[in-house]
């Protein structure tokens, strides 16, 4: 029995020893390639989670559903419209939140692939404003006069091939309240995509993703900024965790901010 019990534990040895050594060894895991990740996220309906950067109610307390007086109401908004009262439009904020979810999922897009981002904005109340929360963003503003042909004739205006912004946002589409912002035209002509604030007189025929909303109120204007900035930031971020590049226009930001508080 002795001799029986070692020639079973030496087999049972011999056994495991023989089917650990044929084991197939495991193959490290490359890196997934970056044609697929980007594949996968644009496959993806909001990958980055936008629609729950803010609420319906958000909207209403920063009072995006103001527009102007009915006079002044464009044809081409009337989509967007839920009715009047006393005389002035108010928007359908359902609506509005529906084609801002859709704005900033294409910002946070733009921003994961590394794209040049431009605010613009010509009211002078929310200037500061805009070039704050741009700078935080580590991207680019312009809320000075637009002289045309800056970006049709840009080659010739500053003397050398220039790198055209990939999605310029307006925090308002108008120069003033009859004339539409030169920028729009140009954009649409050099086929960069836009995202617009449109207001009841505006006309949203040449935005790419337009936004139905009030473009006046500061309090409307800084939700639209801190959104804005948080889906570019979001898509930063999401690029720095998959691929590992951090944005230098970010820690450019910082070190100027770092150099005004000193």
């Known amino acids: 029995m002795l001799l029986n019990s070692l020639r079973r534990n030496v087999g049972l040895s011999l056994f495991r020893y023989r089917s650990q050594s044929t084991a197939p060894a495991v193959a490290p895991t ?22 729950n950067l803010f609420t319906v109610r958000d909207l209403f ?4 559903h103001f527009g102007h007086k009915e006079g002044s109401l464009d044809d081409r908004m009337r989509p967007y419209i839920y ?8 928007f359908d904020l359902d609506k509005t939140a529906s084609h801002l ?17 431009c605010f613009f904005n010509r009211n002078a109340l929310n200037a500061h404003l805009v070039e704050k929360k741009a700078m935080e963003a580590g991207e680019f503003s312009h809320t000075r006069f637009w002289r045309g042909g800056i970006f049709t004739n840009s080659n010739i205006q500053f003397g050398a091939i220039t790198r055209l912004p990939d999605l310029c946002i307006f925090l308002n589409t108008q120069n003033n309240v ?4 030169t920028a729009v035209r140009d954009c649409a002509k050099m ?9 009841t007189n505006c006309n949203p025929n040449l935005i790419t993703y337009p936004v139905p909303g009030n473009d006046d109120s500061p309090a409307s204007v800084e939700l639209y900024c801190e959104l804005f900035k948080s889906a570019i ?7 720095l965790e998959l691929l590992g590049e951090a944005d230098p226009k970010i820690h450019d930001a910082d070190k100027a901010k770092r150099k005004t508080k000193k």
């Open 178 to 181: 009859l004339t539409q912002h």
């Open 83 to 90: 009715g009047s009262r006393l005389g002035h439009l108010l």
């Open 233 to 239: 930031l979001r898509g930063k971020q999401k690029r």
């Open 101 to 117: 979810r859709d704005a900033l999922n294409i910002t946070a897009h733009v921003a994961f692939r590394d794209g040049i981002i």
């Open 61 to 64: 307390n920063a009072r995006v």
């Open 191 to 199: 086929a960069i995509p836009t995202v617009g604030i449109v207001d």
């Open 30 to 51: 490359e890196p997934e390639d970056i044609a697929n990740i980007e594949q996968r996220i644009l496959n993806h309906p909001d990958y980055f989670e936008v629609h």
